[in-house]
């Protein structure tokens, strides 16, 4: 799963950078803008995407985000993607970088 995912952040910046002008910097700066787009909304594919990442994902997003009021299995399985995603998202964006010196 990663590897498609990473794949597909890599078109997509790259395509940003090409189009829009973007910097490495400009895309760090707004990163949480690009990794919510990642996020699955229908709660099939949040448990499906859950459980394909990586085990060391499993309840950090909770323990290092948090959560306020009630909270679900589905909001918690959301936190781990996020922390996932955003991993996925950096990695990709250093590569890209390291390519381009």
Do not use: C
């Not at 803008?33 to 085990?55: R, S, V």
């Not at 009630?70 to 399985?77: C, F, G, Q, S």
């Amino acid at each position: 799963m990663s590897y498609a995912v990473k794949k597909s952040i890599r078109e997509e910046l790259t395509h940003a950078m090409e189009s829009a002008g973007y910097s490495f910097d400009d895309l760090r700066d707004n990163s949480h803008e690009w990794i919510d787009g990642y996020l699955p909304i229908y709660n099939n594919t949040i448990i499906a995407e859950w459980q394909n990442m990586p085990g060391h994902y499993d309840n950090r997003g909770y323990a290092e985000l948090g959560q306020g009021g009630e909270i679900d299995i589905i909001n918690l399985m959301s936190l781990d993607l996020y922390l996932y995603y955003t991993d996925l998202f950096h990695e990709t964006l250093n590569e890209m970088e390291a390519g381009q010196e």
